[in-house]
């Protein structure tokens, strides 16, 4: 009973945090929450006519291609750079409340995990549009969005860690994260290429993350064994890892903050 009354508190202090995330990122803004609707539909619209016309051939349906990977990239990008500054940037609240520091990075977290929920309504949208059919394995895609969770929430323990001792960091990751992107094939299909660059790119995390999400959209497909497998152990081993690292590296945190 104890045990569970501590993680609805400290579910409920995450819910205060977010709210006062989404509040703050939007504070200037007419449209607020809206922008999570419109802007990936005019990235799609944008990089569509770029490169329709390029992919026609290979990939049907393009925009929602592109979309569905956009939205998981912006999602793990989202909280991972927002993750990263969390700690630094609620000093003076960790140095007068008594709140576990990690609840700052899932709350970073949660917050682009709320945002994807919006995002969604207009990827709804355009599946409607484009008159793609959904099947039972779309029933699957909750557990491939857990399993990016937890892997995105080990890199911002990792990254809030590694910032609060060598800012520096930040833009080493904004350089990784360009190399990252175009190594998850969110706008190109990956069958086009061949040799070591494609394996490199199939064993990236993120893209099998995408691939899975976009068979069992717009292909109907469950991810194979060894997906599953992948998605798992990088998930669940990052997640690790990164938490690991965090409460190893916690006395130092507060004596470097």
């Excluded at 991972?80 to 970073?108: C, E, Q, W």
């Excluded at 969604?120 to 029933?139: D, E, H, K, Q, T």
């Excluded at 860690?161 to 930040?170: E, L």
Aim: net charge positive; glycine share 6%; proline share 3%.
């Amino acid at each position: 009973m104890e045990r569970a009354q501590k993680y609805r508190q400290r579910f409920f202090v995450i819910q205060q945090l977010t709210a006062r995330e989404i509040k703050r990122k939007y504070a200037r803004s007419y449209l607020g929450i809206v922008w999570s609707v419109l802007n990936p539909l005019l990235s799609m619209t944008v990089l569509s006519l770029i490169f329709s016309q390029l992919f026609r051939r290979s990939i049907e349906n393009y925009p929602i291609y592109y979309l569905t990977g956009y939205l998981l990239w912006q999602m793990f990008t989202g909280a991972t750079m927002a993750g990263m500054t969390a700690l630094a940037d609620n000093k003076s609240l960790l140095m007068k409340v008594r709140i576990p520091m990690d609840l700052f990075i899932l709350t970073r977290a949660y917050t682009s995990l709320i945002n994807l929920g919006y995002s969604f309504i207009a990827y709804g949208i355009m599946l409607a549009v484009f008159r793609i059919a959904l099947n039972w394995s779309a029933l699957l895609t909750p557990v491939i969005l857990i399993l990016l969770f937890s892997f995105t929430v080990g890199i911002s323990y990792l990254l809030a860690t590694g910032y609060v001792f060598f800012g520096d960091i930040r833009h080493l990751y904004g350089v990784a994260l360009t190399l990252w992107m175009y190594c998850s094939a969110i706008f190109y299909p990956v069958e086009q290429l061949q040799g070591t660059i494609r394996t490199v790119i199939q064993l990236n995390p993120m893209y099998v993350y995408i691939h899975c999400f976009r068979k069992a959209i717009m292909e109907g497909l469950p991810p194979t064994g060894s997906e599953w497998l992948q998605m798992v152990i990088w998930g669940a081993g990052i997640y690790l890892a990164g938490y690991l690292f965090f409460k190893k590296s916690r006395n130092r945190i507060m004596q470097k903050i």
